[in-house]
């Protein structure tokens, strides 16, 4: 059984989906703080160049190949979509839909 077949039926989203959407609710945080904010000018920091041995992708690379992907021309873009949470929130959830089993717990039950 494959790996994907045990998470469809466990319900369960992957590692890599539930660290995505990690990441974006992250960004949405960074993009609504006040542009003088270190982690916001961080975001839109395009350094120079590249020293050998770099790799070659990094947390801000894959961030901007990501809000491309999502539809944002640029992170002012996004910025402006970030400052409504709930629609931010919704956005980021749409990525990967959580895919975690809730039990329903009846107030009749005993849980001691």
Not at 17 to 22: A, P
Not at 28 to 41: A, E, Q, Y
Request: aromatic share 8%; proline share 4%.
């Amino acid at each position: 059984m494959s790996n994907e077949e045990i998470q469809k039926r466990a319900n369960i989203s992957t590692i890599s989906e539930q660290i995505l959407r990690q990441r974006w609710k992250f960004i949405g945080h960074i993009l609504r703080m006040d542009p003088h904010k270190h982690p916001k000018t961080a975001l839109t920091w395009a350094p120079k160049g590249r020293s050998h041995g770099r790799p070659k992708d990094n947390w801000q690379s894959t961030a901007e190949k990501e809000r491309t992907a999502l539809g944002f021309g640029s992170w002012s873009e996004a910025a402006v979509a970030a400052r409504d949470r709930v629609t931010w929130q919704r956005r980021v959830l749409a990525l990967y839909p959580l895919r975690v089993m809730v039990n329903n717990i009846d107030d009749d039950d005993d849980l001691h």
